[in-house]
């Protein structure tokens, strides 16, 4: 299980008052049969928190020899860039990644399978693999290509990898290479990284890989060669719902990963009982410190197999952009079993802690439908989910113990809209039916007052920073965490009051 947490629904002008409003919990409960998008969200932040503790002086991160290892930091930056996180941000000895990256281009990418991936860590982290390193990385994949062949190289792993660079880079890839892919899938739907097509030569860490680059090449998902490749992972798969490299072996976490965003790829939905929920056997596979293992019988923290783990709890597959998080987290989710309630109005999840703190601040009138599933913000460090009215937050170790604060919208929608003489400080009113808050110097009266204290007071909706005022043609006050609308004559009574949809308009969702 996740651990124990608060919920402190509030972040700024926190008096004794308001943090005796924080509650106690259970994050999450013991990922047994199913698992939610909270628990995967939050297992990811505590891998990337292990991870970066492993950087080295150099900026790169350490192979199977212990030193920085090329191939492993760049699979470290598209682990970091899958969460949102810009690789240039993460430094050591005032070194990143990618400028370790840089330094070993020359040597690293004098492979095609080097270049291929070098690229696509480029891409990943919003650079030019035209000009990396001294290098263009996209020219030194283009001049291996073998027109007989149809392939960038022999090893199908590396080929996979020059066509998702080439699709991250948006450059036409011929129709001949898709085919020279394709001829190499054996009679068991399943890829091997030699390219031989014998029987039980094939794994499923290749076919994963390959499955993303012919759908990242225009390989529609319904294609009978991919449903085929997805047809031997369906072999391979535990029945704990975890996947060995091949038929018969124990499952692995490197494995399932890469599994995993074949099925995303592929426009199939990981945790559903079609693939027996394989969201929830990845995250079994990560020990306390937020490292992952590789296999059960293997307990030990493992870089790589923490890596690969990263972009498929991010659900995104390859190859993806930095800063995709907030898109890819839009996308429509199925309905999750376990602690989680289903939105078919918006068709997301609610889980977990984030459920119970939308339930118990005010729920749908307050908070709104879920408009995302949660994700790792790297803007402000914290797991987040978005609602039409607010913005639930995951921060891990605040004080201690994660803690779950209600994101503070209408602070940040009047940094950009505040203006004239509502939101000037105020003196305190002389109407009894005001109440006066000192620590922004503003009144809360009659209907926003009643609506105020009845519904959530100062945990849920923070301190005014505006008297109210009118706007096209509405009666409205802003709040730290949100904004009141005064639509007299609604029905139920409690709807005379309404709250700006803040949440969707931050997304700019209608």
């Known amino acids: 299980m996740i651990g124990k947490g608060k919920i402190v629904l509030g972040q700024r002008w926190r008096p004794l008052s308001a943090l005796i409003l924080a509650l106690t919990f259970l994050l999450a409960p013991a990922l047994t049969v199913h698992a939610d998008t909270l628990a995967s969200a939050t297992t990811g932040v505590r891998a990337v928190r292990w991870l970066l503790t492993q950087q080295k002086d150099d900026g790169g991160f350490p192979g199977l020899k212990g030193q920085s290892d090329p191939s492993t930091t760049s699979d470290v930056v598209l682990a970091l860039a899958s969460f949102g996180i810009d690789p240039a941000s993460v430094t050591r000895n005032q070194k990143s990644p990618l400028d370790f990256l840089a330094a070993q281009a020359t040597n690293y990418a004098n492979t095609v399978g080097g270049a291929a991936k070098l690229a696509l860590a480029v891409i990943a982290s919003g650079q030019s693999p035209r000009s990396f390193g001294g290098l263009d990385l996209i020219r030194q994949i283009t001049q291996a290509y073998d027109p007989k062949t149809g392939l960038y190289s022999s090893q199908l792993f590396a080929d996979a990898y020059a066509l998702l660079a080439l699709a991250a880079a948006k450059v036409e890839i011929p129709q001949q290479a898709v085919q020279g892919l394709i001829a190499h899938q054996g009679a068991d739907g399943s890829w091997a990284w030699d390219g031989s097509t014998d029987a039980g030569a094939g794994d499923s860490n290749t076919t994963a890989i390959v499955l993303q680059a012919l759908r990242a090449a225009g390989v529609a998902a319904n294609d009978p060669v991919i449903v085929k490749g997805l047809g031997y992972l369906h072999t391979v798969q535990q029945p704990d719902g975890s996947f060995g490299y091949q038929p018969g072996q124990d499952g692995d976490a490197n494995s399932t990963a890469l599994a995993i965003q074949a099925t995303l790829a592929a426009g199939q939905h990981p945790e559903s009982n079609d693939w027996h929920n394989a969201s929830a056997a990845l995250l079994r596979f990560a020990n306390a410190d937020g490292a992952f293992r590789w296999r059960n019988d293997s307990p030990d923290d493992n870089l790589l197999a923490t890596v690969q783990a990263l972009p498929a709890l991010a659900a995104v597959p390859f190859p993806f952009m930095l800063q ?187």
């Open 324 to 510: 995709s998080a907030s898109v890819v987290a839009r996308q429509d989710e199925i309905q999750d079993s376990l602690d989680c309630d289903f939105f078919a109005e918006t068709h997301h999840n609610l889980c977990g802690a984030f459920r119970t703190t939308w339930q118990q601040a005010g729920g749908l009138p307050n908070l709104g439908y879920p408009l995302t599933r949660p994700y790792y913000d790297a803007q402000r460090g914290a797991v987040v989910q978005w609602f039409e009215r607010a913005r639930l937050e995951w921060h891990p170790d605040m004080q201690g113990q994660p803690m779950i604060l209600l994101g503070r919208l209408g602070a940040e929608w009047a940094a950009t809209h505040a203006h004239g003489p509502a939101f000037q400080q105020t003196p305190q009113s002389t109407n009894p039916a005001c109440r006066y808050f000192p620590e922004t110097h503003h009144n809360v009266c009659n209907g926003f007052r009643a609506y105020w204290e009845q519904f959530g007071g100062l945990a849920v909706f923070g301190y005014p920073l505006s008297e109210e005022y009118t706007e096209n043609g509405v009666v409205v006050q802003v709040f730290e965490r949100a904004r009141f609308e005064w639509h007299p004559g609604a029905w139920p009574t409690r709807y005379d009051v309404l709250l700006t949809r803040l949440g969707a308009e931050q997304l700019g969702v209608s």
